[in-house]
Structure formats: structure tokens, C-alpha cells
């Protein structure tokens, strides 16, 4: 019997919709198994500003700090987007946040669900098989640097700064998960051009010896692009810079033949966050229509993590089942029956 | 009866033998059509560098800057790419070379050849008529931005740097060439992060009014790395900045099923630059197998662009002819009969 308190952040968009699921599907894993979660709410995104005026308030951060664990839905509104002159931005929160977490890892495992392999726009003997990793550095380069504006506006900077530290911190843990599979490490950059690109090579070379079972590869970005959708079973653990992992994770989330089912973690050193790698499509908001599976399977990421693995194999056995079972939301229905997001998870639930 | 003086860069790895092929066709298409074409070859990458230590002389930029067009392999050579401390590298040669030609545009375009379809990882509906044109930022960002080390060399930074004016003279690329084909011009950043991703987006949007029939929109880099595999023909010209562009071009590629049919072309205020999206692919390099198609069409960019449309013409329907007579280099014959590069070369020049 364990007793957990989760920071729940469900932000923007269907954020509030899918993170709602997960929440019933938890519930019923902790009724089942007898634990005891405690949700703890909290404000972000647009939802945050709107709120308090902060898409990250400090509030927040002391109720995810001091949780076992943060479930979060998706942030972003698109009145933000076309405005360049907004001051406050909801992605301030996501990146205020996975900096003051310390969540310098994002690992997105992108594999392929039997039932669901026809969807992808890659053909079948591609992808099938697929169970790679990709290992974003997440708490610097180009999204933490230093940026601004010069000659009246008429100039924009930005910069890709990487420490050693950060690198080798990131590049450990994708050696460590490399040993426990296929030993088997790519470590993606453009190093041909960049700089920091230069110093994570090097620094991953200078590892290497620590790991002599380990095969490293250095690919640049473009070709890794390019290769990812061409033979994505050529790859087993990524590791890459901030930006670049941005790019290939949403990039590979197609090998899967879609967004909507896709988790991720982003773990440091103190409290880890689970997410669904989608975002928050306010086209989709409020409609009862949005996949949630994404997220319920951050929440098996979650109970994973926690060492609680029967819990997350319940959690995936019920998605498998309802994936077969066609109890789906209208995005994997092919133009069949479908059920609300809400629906989907009560079924989800009901079937733990 | 024209007069070309064509300054000829054949670079590194598998680059002369693709370059010899497209020299043969020219001088069939010189020949039918009566034209002087007067080659000027130049040094260039690795090639250059073992030469004299430079991959992009001086000697060779005054042959490029006085010629009427450059057609260039490829460069790049492994010896460089794991070696961070190499002080001089092949690719600043293409760096060099770009920005003192004024190559601020590259043009990429990506369309699929009807008898290579299913040679792509794509399924066929997703794929049959994709005709989109990635419009690359070539002369600035984080390409040429400021770049070094600090911290006895335990931090490296780059940085990604836009002025208007490059941004403006980009897009006016792009909103003129979707004048002249759909109407549609996507905007591909990064403005949820970066401070040069706004800047794209307000001068992009400032542009609008100028191009009332054009229909403008604004895609992250990361939905666009996902979208553009799931539904290519929602795109129709893209205008992105200068690493983001070099993600998607390579990405894109996938779409045709092979790098090696590629062409792109490179154009500023002077000289045009026309080359394959491909690489120096030093594995294959002086063993006669890499195709040379890419460049051979490359070579139809550049009569294109000198109004030289009926040469243009018959340069595509001979690489044309050779796909569907599966007289194709090994990378496209699927296991069955294949052929040499320099047998391609000669095939196509004999069918002109
Ligand atoms: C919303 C945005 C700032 C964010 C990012 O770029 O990191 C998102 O794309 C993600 O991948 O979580
Ligand atoms: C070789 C490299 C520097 C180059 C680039 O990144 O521009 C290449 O990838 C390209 O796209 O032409």
C-alpha cells in the first residue's frame, strides 16, 4: 500500500479534458491495488495567466515540488501566437517549470501498438517493431540562452549554450538506459556547424571508455530526420540537444500513426513530470473529443517509475484492450464508431 | 544560341563521379541545341583543403562570382566530422562559399517521380502528387551567427542571429513563387521560444498586405517535422530559417523515396548555385554507384532558371526515360538490374 501525492496540472486546451482520464484511470489502479493518491491541483499556462497573471506561479511550483510526482496536460493558446508583442506567454510556464523541477531529461519512447500499425503513414514493414527512445536535454541550449533584440528591434538573437555538466548528466542517463537494451547509443547533433554541437560530441567521446559495451554513433540532425522516417528500427537510444529534440520527437510520434497516444517523462534530480507529448489543440478543446490515451499511459510511466510495474502493466493492458476492442475517440476510429474522450475514459476504468 | 560559362565544383566523396555525369548531359543538351558551354572547374572541401588548406580559395570564388551559374557536387569528408579539435573544415568551404556568393536562398523542391513511388517508407496516398518547395534561409542564422567557447572550453555557444531585411528578402522569395503556384506560403519557426522566431513572424506578417491573394500561415518547426510525413500535400511553399531549414529539406526527401533524385539551387542577388541535396557519401565515393540524378536534375534547375525551358524539358524527360526503363544506379533497382553511375551518365547523354 503506497501513499502518493501528484501535482496535477492540467493547463490549457484539452489539457483539462485528457488529464480528467487519467485521473479515473489512476483512481481505479489505486483502488484495485489499494493505494492512496492524493491529487494536488495546481494553475498553469494560459489558465495560469488568466488566473494570477503568471503561466507558472509560484504556487504551483510548491505544490510540484513538493509532490511525488507531476501529471500535466498541455499548455499553449493560440492568442498568444500570432501576438510577438505578448509579455507573458504560457510557454514561459513549461520552460519556467521544467528549469526550476530541474527536469533536465525528457524521454520519449516512440513505439508502434499491433492494432494500430495501418494507421501510420509509414508502410508496415518500416515500423513495425519499432521501440527506440529519444533522450531530449531539456533545461538548456537555444531555450534558456540569452536573447533579445537590437538596432530598434530590427535584430533578434538567440543562443545555444551548452555546459560540460549538462551534457555529461544527460548523455549518463542515455548510457544507462542503452546498457539496460540494445546497448546501442546515437548521440545526434551538427556538430559540422555548431559549437555546442562540437562540445557534446566530445564530451560523449570522452564517455565512451566508461562504457565499453555501449556502441556510440554521431549522426547529424539532418540526416537523423531523414533516417528516423526511413528505418527508425536502425535507432535504439537518441541523445540530443533541446531544439533538435524538440524536432525528432515530434517528428518520430508519426512512426506510431499518432500524437495522441504517445508519453513522455521528464525526470531530474528531484521530482519527475509525466506528459503526453501532444499539445494543447484548442481546436479540439471543450468538444469531448480529444484522445486521452497519451496521457494514461504517462500515468503507466508514472507507476513505472515508482517501481510500482504491475500497476503500469495494468494501466497498459487496459489501453492495448480498448485499442483492440475499437473503444476508441474519433482520431483512431477510421471513420467507424467512436466514443468521447469521456467515455473513453470511464470504459478505461471500468476495465481495471 | 547561348554562351554558358559554368564555373564546375565537384568537391569531395562521391561528388566528381556525380558531376561528370551532369557534364555529360549538358554537353549532349550543348550539342542538340547548339549552345557553348565553357566548364571552369574549381577546387573546393576536402578537396581543397589537402590542395591548399583551404576548401574554398580565393581562385574559386573569382571562377563562381564570374561565371553565368555553379554546378557543385557535394563535400564533406569523415576525417573532419570526429575530430572536433580540426581547425579547418571542409563545410566552412560551403559556408564561405554561400555567403560570399550571396546565396541567400536555397530552393528545394519535393515531388514524387510516378515509377519510384513505392520505393518510398511513405504509403502511396499519402504521398502520389506531393509538388511543395521548402524556401531555405541560406546566408544567415545560427549558421553564421557568433560562435566560441568559454570556461576553458567546458561551455560552447552559437548564436542564431536574423536582420529584417534578410528576413524580408526571403519571404519576398517565397511570397512570389506562391503567386505563381497555389497561393499558399507557410511560415515554418519557432516563435513559442525564440526572439528570431518572432522576428520572422512579425516581418512575414507585415509583409501580408502586399500579397492580398496570397494565404499566409504559421507552423512550429516541430508540428511542421510531424506534418509534413503525414500530409505533404498540405503544403505548398515554406519559408523557414536557415537550420530549421536544413531539418526539413532532409526530411522532405524521404517523401521522393531516395536523396539521390533530389536537385535544389541556391540563389542571391548574383550568381545561381545548383547542386543535389545529397551529401559527400564517402562510403560509396570512386566506386561508380552513386546516382547521379540528383545533379543531372540540378542541371535542369539551372537551364530553367536561364529561360532555357525546352533544355530544361528534355533533361527531365530523359531521367524520366531511365526510370522507367530501370536504367538506374543500384540504390533504385530494388535488387534487379542495376548500373553504373558513369553507364547512367552516358545512357542519359546518349538519349538526348
Ligand atoms: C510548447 C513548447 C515550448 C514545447 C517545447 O518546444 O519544448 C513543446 O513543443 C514541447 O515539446 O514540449
Ligand atoms: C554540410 C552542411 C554544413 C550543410 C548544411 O548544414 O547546410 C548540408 O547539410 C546542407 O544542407 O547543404
Not at 528500427?233 to 506510431?256: H, R, W
Request: some cysteine; glycine content about 8%.
Amino acid at each position: 500500500k503506497m501513499k502518493l501525492n501528484i501535482a496535477l496540472l492540467a493547463g490549457d486546451g484539452i489539457g483539462p479534458e485528457v488529464i480528467d482520464q487519467a485521473v479515473k484511470v489512476c483512481d481505479a489502479i489505486a483502488k484495485k491495488y489499494h493505494h492512496d493518491i492524493n491529487w494536488k491541483p495546481a494553475l498553469t499556462g494560459a489558465a495560469a495567466i488568466d488566473a494570477v497573471g503568471e503561466p507558472y506561479p509560484d504556487e504551483t511550483h510548491e505544490i510540484c515540488a513538493n509532490a511525488d510526482a507531476v501529471l500535466f496536460g498541455a499548455i499553449g493558446h493560440p492568442r498568444f501566437d500570432n501576438d510577438p508583442s505578448a509579455k507573458v506567454r504560457p510557454e514561459q510556464g513549461l520552460l519556467k517549470m521544467r528549469q526550476k523541477l530541474g527536469l533536465f531529461a525528457n524521454v520519449r519512447p516512440t513505439f508502434t501498438f499491433p492494432s494500430l500499425i495501418d494507421k501510420s503513414p509509414l508502410k508496415r514493414d518500416r515500423i513495425e517493431g519499432t521501440d527506440l527512445i529519444i533522450l531530449r536535454e531539456l533545461t538548456g541550449g537555444i531555450y534558456f540562452g540569452e536573447r533579445g533584440r537590437k538596432d530598434d528591434g530590427n535584430t533578434a538573437y538567440d543562443t545555444m549554450t551548452y555546459k560540460r555538466f549538462e551534457i555529461e548528466r544527460l548523455a549518463k542517463k542515455g548510457f544507462d538506459m542503452a546498457m539496460k537494451r540494445s546497448k546501442k547509443l546515437c548521440c545526434v547533433d551538427k556538430a559540422n556547424v555548431l559549437e555546442s554541437s562540437r562540445l557534446w560530441r566530445e564530451t560523449v567521446q570522452g564517455m565512451e571508455k566508461d562504457y565499453p559495451e555501449v556502441e556510440v554513433t554521431y549522426e547529424f540532425i539532418d540526416a537523423v530526420a531523414m533516417r528516423l522516417i526511413q528505418w527508425p528500427k536502425g535507432y535504439d537510444v537518441i541523445i540530443t540537444a533541446n531544439l533538435f529534440g524538440d524536432i525528432l520527437t515530434d517528428e518520430a510520434s508519426v512512426i506510431a500513426g499518432s500524437m495522441g497516444l504517445m508519453p513522455s517523462s521528464s525526470v531530474g534530480s528531484k521530482v519527475s513530470l509525466y506528459e503526453p507529448i501532444h499539445g494543447s489543440y484548442p481546436q479540439a478543446a471543450g468538444k469531448d473529443i480529444a484522445n486521452p490515451l497519451a496521457t494514461v499511459l504517462s500515468a503507466a510511466m508514472l507507476f513505472e517509475d515508482m517501481n510500482m510495474t504491475e500497476e503500469a502493466e495494468e494501466i497498459r493492458r487496459v489501453v492495448n484492450k480498448s485499442l483492440a476492442e475499437g473503444y476508441v475517440t474519433e482520431d483512431l476510429a477510421d471513420g467507424g464508431k467512436s466514443y468521447k474522450t469521456s467515455e473513453v475514459g470511464d470504459w478505461l476504468a471500468s476495465n481495471i
